[in-house]
C-alpha cells in the first residue's frame, strides 16, 4: 500500500489479493481518492471455496474507516517517505472560500472608493437612476399631487390597461403634456392609431423625453420613455412604428393631459 499527498484529499493506492481462475493473476490494483472530511470505505474480497465445482467465489464485506484513522495513517506514510527522500512534503495550498471571499472585499473597497470619488456614479446618472428631474418632489408630495392611478403609472411605472384612456381616441389639434409636470410632449400632428390601445407617436417634441433602458423584464429589453422634465414614467418606444422615424410611441394616457390648440397658443 503507496500513500501520497495531504489532507484534505489523498491519493491512496492500494493493492487488494485476488484469487480467480488464472493463477498468474493474483493482485488488482486501485487507484482511490480518500477524502478526510469523511469515511473511506474499505472493500476488502474474501476468497471462499467451492468443493462441488472446485472454483473459487468472492463475498464482499464493507467496512467503513474513520477519517481520523485515514489522516492519521496517511500522514504518518507520507512523513515517512518524505524522510527517506522517497517524494516531497506538498506545500499547503489556500483553500476555496479566502479565494472567493478576497476578491469580493476587493471589489467593495473599490466600489466603495469610486462612489466615494464619484468615478462611476456621478450626479446626473444619481439623478436618473432616482427619476429627479428639474421638477422634483418627494413620494410624499408626489402622492397628494397626482390622482393615485396617475401617481401608480408616472412614479412607480404601472401600465395602463389598452383602450382604457379617451387619450388613445383623441383627434383634436394640440399638443400633448406630461401629467405630472405640465411639459410639453407631444404634438397631435405625430399621433397616430397603432391598433395597440395605448396613445401611439411615431415622434417626440424637441428635447422633450429622456430614454432609458429597461431590462426588468429580463427576455424583453426596452426603452422607457420617461419626461425630460420630472422624469415621470410615460411608456415604452419601439421600432415597429411609421415613416418618417419608423418608431413608435407607445406611451400611457394616464401620464399625459392633452391640450387643444386654442388653449396651447
Not at 484529499?9 to 469523511?38: I, K, Q, Y
Not at 477519517?67 to 495550498?93: C, L, Q, Y
Not at 388613445?168 to 403634456?177: P, S
Not at 429597461?214 to 421600432?239: A, M, N
Request: proline content about 8%; overall charge positive.
Amino acid at each position: 500500500r503507496h500513500v501520497t499527498g495531504d489532507a484534505p484529499h489523498t491519493h491512496a493506492r492500494l493493492a487488494f489479493e485476488r484469487s480467480d481462475c488464472t493463477p498468474s493473476r493474483t493482485m488488482s490494483a486501485v487507484s482511490l481518492n480518500v477524502h478526510t472530511n469523511g469515511f473511506l470505505p474499505v472493500r476488502a474480497s474474501i476468497a471462499r471455496a467451492s468443493p462441488a465445482r472446485g472454483l473459487a467465489t468472492a463475498s464482499t464485506m464493507t467496512k467503513m474507516v474513520p477519517r481520523a484513522a485515514v489522516t492519521a495513517n496517511a500522514n504518518a506514510n507520507a512523513n515517512e517517505d518524505a524522510s527517506e527522500g522517497k517524494i516531497e512534503k506538498p506545500a499547503r495550498t489556500m483553500t476555496r472560500r479566502p479565494l472567493i471571499v478576497l476578491p469580493g472585499i476587493a471589489a467593495g473597497v473599490v466600489a466603495g472608493r469610486a462612489n466615494a470619488d464619484g468615478e462611476f456614479a456621478s450626479d446626473a446618472a444619481m439623478a436618473l437612476l432616482n427619476r429627479t428631474g428639474e421638477v422634483a418632489f418627494t413620494d410624499e408630495e408626489w402622492q397628494k399631487k397626482l390622482d393615485p392611478f396617475t401617481y401608480k403609472v408616472l412614479r412607480k411605472e404601472a401600465t395602463e390597461r389598452p383602450f382604457s384612456s379617451p387619450l388613445n381616441t383623441e383627434k383634436r389639434v394640440g399638443r400633448f403634456v406630461c401629467a405630472g409636470c405640465g411639459s410639453p410632449l407631444f404634438d397631435s400632428s405625430t399621433k397616430y392609431d397603432s391598433g395597440t390601445g395605448w396613445p401611439s407617436f411615431f415622434q417626440p417634441l424637441p428635447q422633450a423625453v429622456t430614454e432609458v433602458p429597461d431590462y426588468s423584464i429580463v427576455f424583453l429589453p426596452r426603452t422607457e420613455v420617461r419626461c425630460k422634465t420630472c422624469q415621470g414614467h410615460l411608456g415604452h418606444v419601439f421600432e415597429d412604428g411609421p415613416k418618417p422615424t419608423g418608431l413608435r410611441y407607445c406611451m400611457n394616457g394616464a401620464a399625459m393631459a392633452f391640450e387643444p390648440a386654442a388653449e396651447a397658443a
